[in-house]
């Protein structure tokens, strides 16, 4: 028995991820704003190093935090 993999984000391979979709971004990070793995978000290889490119250019420019806090 195979296990189905699903496109857990609908991202063509044309797609390419850039720093101002903070929104696009938002839904790759964890809630501690960590980024998820490939195997989680069925990326390419291309794409993840797209997405972390993106993700860490858009923190320096402080469009995402660096950390996001749990509030208690």
């Known amino acids: ?10 991202i ?6 850039d720093y101002k979709q903070v929104d696009i971004l938002l839904s790759f ?3 501690y704003g960590k980024i998820k793995s490939r195997r989680s978000t069925n990326l390419t290889l291309k794409q993840q190093r797209q997405l972390s ?20």
């Open 1 to 10: 028995m195979t296990k189905n993999k699903r496109q857990a984000f609908n």
């Open 12 to 17: 063509t391979s044309k797609t390419t991820i």
């Open 53 to 72: 490119k993106s993700v860490k250019r858009a923190r320096f420019l402080r469009l995402l935090p660096f950390v996001i806090s749990a509030e208690n």
């Open 29 to 31: 990070l964890t809630e």
